[in-house]
């Protein structure tokens, strides 16, 4: 292979968390090559042919507590996790396939997430809460510092958590009230006052408590344009359609390179953040089979009621997708609810194939929370809401813990990977950015210790070959 020598940094994948990180590399002086193996977003794409970000809908959200860690052991909020993986999803479970037709790298992986112990996943649970408030800071920071990047993109503050059954209203007051994150808890007189498009919920007792609290949604691909386009502006190259395969490391153990396009390419550091597809790419580095896929879906329907002024998390108890993000978002000019919820686990696949039953089980799902929440805006939508629905695949982890990995380069630099982030990939951007920047430099930062894949050891039954 052909040996290029270049005296900059690379960045494998161009979802919003890379692009977050590299806008605050190129603000610290880094020469940047960004590199995807899709087409760039900037030009018409199949959404099918991009990732996470760019390949969902439009919308991101961000929370003190997005990225729940699912693995709760005794969780009000999860306490039917353990069932999970048991089940295909049109049988309440998470699998897209039947349990026998996973591999071992699968099973592997679900052996994994339920060898967590109750004492590891809850102090994994107060590690997620502990970086997305440390994100939520360097977020608000970055508003004020750069408040052109925060326009036209549909920024909305402030998030609605609605509940279906009181005792998960009282066990996430309680969690927010913890965490200062709850800006109001509202009496039910409250809600169907200030909110009657909740009445029919109310009616069918799936209305068991409001509140507010801190967060905000926007528009994440106009976002990441802007992002991209910035990064141009500032001589970062963008090579799209490029295809990373492997970090190659020498006897040592440091990198020596980057297979891409089949040929090895030298870098002085390196950052990848490649989400759920990383497939074999890092077969040899810790974070070797911790990130599988699991889906995302998103359907639209019209925005008929103005007093809705937050966007929304609606937690339900009785379907797969028990929690649904709701944004708020001006599409072709007209207001419209973005209804996205989930959790069909694709395992290690490296492509978008999905089956089509589940995927319809897990839409399903959404279309439930839009007829009990919404039912004038879903009769509203009538066939539409079946022609621009889409989906994606995310990375998880089987901590619920995003990754942090940090390899020596054989030039004195690093080679970062990050991702996993349990669909809370766009809150924890702006701290991911910050981490890599403080390991570049050679400093200390918490991430280092709480995303590394070491944590998962004690409970790891996968062996790697070799």
Request: aromatic content about 10%; glycine content about 8%.
């Amino acid at each position: 292979m052909h040996l290029s020598k270049q005296k900059t940094t690379v960045i494998i994948g161009t979802g919003v968390v890379n692009l977050i990180t590299a806008y605050f590399l190129a603000k610290e002086g880094h020469q940047l090559v960004l590199i995807d193996k899709a087409p760039s977003p900037l030009s018409p794409y199949n959404w099918k042919e991009v990732g996470c970000t760019f390949g969902g809908e439009n919308v991101r959200m961000y929370t003190y507590t997005e990225a729940d860690n699912y693995n709760e052991k005794g969780s009000q909020l999860y306490s039917k996790m353990d069932e999970a993986f048991e089940r295909v999803i049109d049988k309440n479970g998470w699998l897209v396939r039947e349990k026998e037709m996973l591999n071992e790298w699968e099973q592997s992986w679900i052996r994994d997430f339920h060898a967590v112990r109750p004492n590891q996943a809850n102090q994994f649970a107060e590690d997620i809460y502990t970086i997305n408030i440390n994100s939520g800071h360097l977020w608000y920071k970055w508003m004020k510092e750069c408040p052109e990047l925060f326009e036209d993109v549909d920024y909305v503050p402030g998030i609605l958590r609605i509940y279906s059954e009181k005792e998960d209203f009282d066990a996430a007051r309680q969690l927010h009230s913890r965490l200062n994150s709850m800006t109001r808890a509202m009496s039910m007189e409250e809600v169907l006052d200030e909110y009657p498009v909740f009445r029919h919920a109310h009616s069918i007792n799936m209305l068991g408590g409001c509140m507010t609290t801190r967060g905000f949604t926007l528009k994440v691909h106009d976002f990441s344009k802007k992002l991209i386009r910035y990064l141009m502006g500032q001589g970062a190259e963008f090579r799209w359609n490029t295809h990373f395969s492997s970090i190659e490391r020498n006897e040592s153990g440091k990198v020596t390179g980057l297979v891409i396009n089949d040929k090895l390419e030298s870098y002085d550091n390196c950052v990848l953040s490649l989400g759920a597809y990383a497939g074999t790419t890092l077969l040899n580095t810790e974070t070797h089979n911790q990130l599988h896929g699991v889906l995302g879906v998103w359907l639209t329907i019209p925005n008929l009621h103005p007093e809705l002024n937050h966007s929304m998390k609606i937690h339900k108890i009785g379907h797969v997708g028990e929690d649904s993000n709701v944004t708020l978002i001006h599409e072709n000019g007209q207001a419209v609810l973005v209804l996205g919820s989930g959790y069909g686990y694709t395992g290690n696949a490296q492509n978008n194939e999905v089956n089509a039953k589940e995927l319809e089980g897990i839409f399903d799902s959404v279309i439930h929370t839009a007829q009990t929440y919404f039912p004038e805006s879903y009769e509203a939508a009538g066939d539409d809401i079946h022609v621009a629905r889409r989906y994606c695949v995310r990375g998880w982890t089987p901590t619920g813990l995003g990754v942090f990995e940090a390899i020596p380069t054989v030039d004195d630099g690093q080679l970062i990977i990050t991702g996993g982030n349990n669909t809370g990939g766009f809150t924890q951007a702006p701290y991911i950015a910050d981490a890599v920047l403080s390991t570049i430099k050679g400093e200390q930062h918490l991430m280092q210790h709480l995303f590394h894949p070491d944590r998962m050891k004690a409970t790891s039954s996968f062996v790697k070959e070799g």
